[in-house]
């Protein structure tokens, strides 16, 4: 099993790159958590996930441990695999899965493409008592059910040209410190403050 590569990054998307170790350039598809991380690098050393099928072999690629384990943690799910859980991964930081997952947020996976009903329900159900367990005392932010003005604040943020896991950080911190926060135009003009 390939556990990390370590090298010249050779070719950067917001889904995959390759990295160039020991003359060989091997393609690791990511997220865009992972991306956001890094994008500004030229070497790196970035933690692995081999996965083998009869038909092929894919590298999923992490910037830290705790969105590998994660990633081994979705597709341990039936009905999931590995492009769901990149997929997944794209659209909701780490952090906002774990934290979707122990408020019972099913809304929060019905966004994601590719999940569905059926799927959102069992994500929660099979894997609430492990991400519970492995929280332990560490906060895990619980975003509110179906926060329509988080949504809206970050397609327009995204939109502004800005990453998605800084406006995602920023929004979290600024609904959690002002629960008053009411309006999408509100959340836009403070989450503009702190990201300039």
Do not use: C, W
Request: charged letters at 25%; hydrophobic letters at 40%; aromatic letters at 6%.
């Amino acid at each position: 099993m390939i556990s990390y590569l370590k090298g010249a990054i050779t070719y950067k998307s917001p889904t995959n790159i390759i990295v160039e170790t020991a003359g060989v350039g091997y393609e690791v598809l990511i997220s865009l958590h992972t991306y956001a991380q890094i994008e500004p690098l030229e070497q790196v050393k970035i933690l692995t996930y081999h996965y083998i099928k009869e038909d092929q072999q894919t590298l999923y690629g992490f910037a830290d441990d705790s969105e590998r384990k994660l990633f081994g943690q979705l597709i341990s799910v039936s009905g999931v695999g590995p492009s769901t859980a990149q997929v997944l991964l794209s659209t909701l930081a780490p952090d906002e899965v774990r934290g979707a997952i122990l408020a019972e947020d099913e809304l929060a996976f019905k966004r994601v493409k590719g999940v569905g009903p059926k799927t959102a329900k069992r994500i929660i159900l099979d894997l609430k008592d492990k991400i519970a367990k492995d929280a332990g005392d560490a906060q895990i932010p619980v975003l509110p059910k179906d926060n329509t003005i988080r949504q809206e604040a970050l397609s327009a943020l995204l939109a502004l040209g800005f990453s998605r896991v800084p406006v995602q950080k920023t929004l979290n911190q600024l609904l959690k410190e002002r629960p008053s926060i009411d309006s999408v135009e509100q959340l836009i003009k403070l989450a503009l403050q702190q990201l300039s």
